[in-house]
């Protein structure tokens, strides 16, 4: 299994709802990241887990909670949201050294209303 | 910090050969990678340099001089279904860990 599984695929909810985007891999992989990207932009680095322990916030606002549960989970606690937040929300692993590529999912498409 | 630049777009015919360019400066390099990226769906993984000199993989090559901050991707044979974004990415340890931070990317535009 080379896959890494995003799920809902599609995501609207209001300034006021709290919502999760979740992410699944079963590749071992022992770090996880949550990247954001606008249109015709590049992904965007917010969180970094590595070994399940946050090693890297860029400086991303308090409305966006990460949580990793375990090595295979990656959840994006999303709360009080803004319609500049809307954007897509990509998930990757790794198997966690300094070598091997980032493997994405197809990510989470949020609209905020 | 980092500093990745790559053209914003470029053209191309069916057949032809297209060399994308990345000039990158950082502080902790671990790595040089390349990912294609159609519309509205997630970034594939190309290539990957982390030694300078020439990978290639099918279609597809990808060349680092670490010494000069440079690398390219070339695409030969070009096909319609070519058409995409190319993001090249770093590993600065320095700055993200085992992260990969992105360039602007190079929107790819292949005509019959």
């Known amino acids: 299994d080379t896959e890494v599984t995003q799920t809902p695929k599609h995501l609207v909810m209001g300034m006021t709802n709290k919502k999760s985007l979740k992410c699944e891999q079963h590749m071992g992989h022992r770090a996880m990241y949550w990247y954001k990207q606008k249109a015709k932009k590049p992904p965007e680095l917010m969180f970094v887990?590595?070994?399940?322990?946050?090693?890297i916030n860029e400086s991303v606002p308090s409305r966006f909670s990460p949580e990793c549960p375990n090595s295979s989970l990656l959840n994006l606690h999303l709360h009080a949201l803004q319609p500049e937040d809307s954007a897509l929300y990509l998930c990757a692993s790794s198997p966690g050294g300094l070598t091997g590529e980032l493997f994405f999912g197809e990510g989470s498409r949020l609209t905020v209303l | 910090g980092q500093n990745i630049d790559q053209p914003t777009e470029m053209t191309a015919t069916e057949g032809a050969i297209v060399q994308i360019n990345c000039t990158y400066q950082t502080s902790g390099f671990n790595g040089l990678f390349w990912y294609q990226q159609h519309a509205g769906e997630a970034p594939t993984f190309l290539s990957y340099n982390v030694l300078d000199g020439l990978e290639e993989k099918g279609r597809f090559s990808s060349f680092l001089s670490r010494s000069k901050g440079y690398s390219y991707l070339l695409l030969k044979e070009l096909q319609m279904k070519d058409s995409a974004s190319y993001l090249c990415?770093?590993?600065?340890?320095?700055?993200?860990?085992?992260?990969?931070?992105f360039g602007k990317g190079t929107t790819l535009s292949v005509s019959s």
């Open positions: 887990y590595s070994y399940e322990k946050l090693s």
């Open positions: 990415a770093v590993r600065d340890v320095d700055q993200a860990g085992t992260a990969l931070i």
